[in-house]
């Protein structure tokens, strides 16, 4: 057997696709295979997630990780070193008793996340095996359904729409690959018809188009006239899916449509959401209310959990115990999936599973402070996921994930199907 023990930790400090400072981790093993993992960053951000640890001072606006990479270099390789890669679990939970916070704010989560995936990429590597393979450990696995952003609105284009993600899916499709080229189809129109309305301003952090419009209905009806102009039906074919980003604007039950200059309540709020699913093909939903509206989620659940998709993120932030208390409040029903959140891969995974077991869809997903690592598409194939989230379709940050999707999906062939509507609630299919 291949010995699969920690000889040396190496982390360093690397960009991400906004050119802020970010953590990068190598694990080399005796045998000489290593693994290499990177932590990505997010805007929007939930309050119960893992903490990165930035420098503060005046360098690159505060942002700068050196002593996270510190903490790498320092106590996280003393504490690694001489262990077996393979113990994922044994090594988690190692650094999280090494960090002795509850949200990773003494290390920095952005420290313990990229060492603990450059760990499984290290196992990996040990095993001889592709990370997907390595993950899936011979359990049958489907090619995921993505879920990819056409308009870049809330915190990751300046606020100029209220909503975060305007996004496409393609259950339709017959494979992963058809769904990118449909979506590629989609993209490309978008960009046409915003440029023959004279309202082309280049793209938001994820790469989609910078939103441009006048209210969030506007975006909704370009969203379906790109469908349309691509030649799919809306909804039957590609429908549309939004991540609301509720937290940004909604404070203590008031939710502050900066767009539109007015608020509302928590009822107001699902009203307005009410009328966006019976006038647009809208199959998914991601954080419609706010965080800490717990009541929120259950009465939009109450009404709409059968026929749309309603993700929790900053809801849940990757935490598999609060995975169960919403399944046991009937607050929503799927989970989105950010490893950073968690902190570790074990506890990414324990949420993914608390998903599954409630029944819910399960979202591998990206952050908008994004890298060229891959990590997150060999979770999305290898935990069976069902659907993958990573931005839109353009920046290299983003085309590195969907790209190696396509290869897994190309090595699989025969062997895994494309999750497709299986992925979505059954009542989604009304369209």
């Not at 040990?126 to 952003?149: F, Y």
């Not at 992963?176 to 960009?191: I, K, M, P, Q, S």
């Not at 994820?206 to 939103?211: M, S």
Request: net charge negative; with cysteine; glycine share 12%.
């Amino acid at each position: 057997m291949t010995d699969a023990t920690i000889a040396a930790v190496r982390g360093r400090r690397v960009w991400d696709s906004r050119g802020r400072p970010t953590v990068e981790t190598d694990i080399i093993l005796k045998n000489g295979l290593s693994g290499r993992a990177i932590a990505p960053a997010g805007a929007s951000t939930g309050t119960g997630e893992a903490l990165d640890k930035r420098d503060g001072g005046a360098a690159f606006g505060g942002l700068d990780v050196t002593s996270a990479v510190a903490a790498v270099n320092g106590e996280i390789a003393k504490t690694l070193i001489g262990r077996d890669a393979r113990d994922q679990e044994a090594i988690d939970k190692a650094l999280i008793a090494l960090d002795g916070t509850e949200n990773l704010a003494r290390l920095g989560g952005n420290a313990v996340v990229a060492s603990s995936m450059a760990v499984l990429h290290a196992a990996a590597a040990a095993s001889g095996q592709p990370l997907w393979r390595h993950l899936s450990q011979g359990r049958k696995v489907r090619i995921p359904l993505p879920e990819i952003q056409i308009f870049g609105g809330g915190a990751h284009a300046a606020r100029r729409v209220d909503v975060q993600d305007f996004m496409v899916m393609c259950p339709a499709a017959s494979s992963f690959a058809e769904a990118l080229d449909w979506t590629a189809e989609v993209y490309r129109a978008a960009g046409a018809l915003m440029k023959q309305a004279g309202k082309l301003q280049g793209v938001a952090d994820e790469g989609g188009f910078w939103p441009a419009f006048a209210s969030n209905e506007e975006a909704l009806d370009a969203l379906v006239r790109a469908i349309e102009s691509a030649g799919f039906k809306p909804g039957s074919e590609v429908a549309i899916s939004l991540d609301i980003a509720a937290s940004e604007f909604g404070r203590g039950g008031v939710y502050k449509l900066a767009l539109e200059q007015r608020e509302l309540d928590s009822a107001g709020m699902i009203a307005l959401l009410g009328r966006w699913l019976e006038a647009y093909p809208i199959v998914s939903i991601e954080d419609p209310l706010a965080e800490h509206d717990a009541q929120g989620f259950k009465a939009f659940t109450a009404v709409y959990g059968e026929r749309c998709q309603i993700i929790g993120d900053d809801y849940l932030v990757t935490n598999a115990g609060r995975v169960e208390q919403a399944a046991r409040d009937k607050a929503l029903n799927a989970v989105l999936i950010k490893p950073n959140q968690s902190g570790t891969v074990t506890g990414t995974r324990a949420a993914l599973e608390a998903g599954k077991a409630a029944g819910f869809g399960t979202i591998v997903s990206a952050r908008s402070g994004e890298t060229e690592d891959v990590t997150i598409a060999h979770l999305s194939v290898g935990w069976d996921a069902g659907q993958f989230k990573v931005g839109s379709f353009s920046r290299s940050e983003r085309m590195a994930k969907w790209n190696e999707v396509l290869r897994i999906e190309e090595e699989l062939a025969g062997e895994a199907g494309f999750a497709g509507w299986a992925a979505l609630p059954p009542g989604a299919r009304r369209w």
